[in-house]
């Protein structure tokens, strides 16, 4: 019976830019809408806004722009 492969796709240009501004306020529109915050953490998949002392888990791939304040 065939097992099934989970993929993950990785984005290296959007999480570079992440890393870049890591630590700096951003805006973030994603399919769902506009964010806004401090990139906290950057991981393969996704990233961490702190937006007013709230934590913000925002998968990578719904990203669709950045834009720093």
């Given amino acids: 019976m065939p097992q099934a492969i989970m993929v993950y ?3 290296p240009y959007v ?4 890393m870049s501004v890591k630590g700096k306020q ?3 529109e ?7 915050g401090c990139v906290m953490d950057v991981k393969p998949d996704h990233v961490v806004l702190d937006t007013r002392g709230r934590k913000f888990f925002v998968r ?3 990203i669709v722009w950045i834009m720093p304040e």
């Fill in 9 to 11: 796709p990785i984005d």
């Fill in 26 to 28: 951003v805006v973030l």
């Fill in 60 to 62: 990578i791939c719904e």
């Fill in 30 to 36: 994603t399919t769902r809408g506009g964010i806004s």
């Fill in 15 to 18: 999480v570079e830019t992440l």
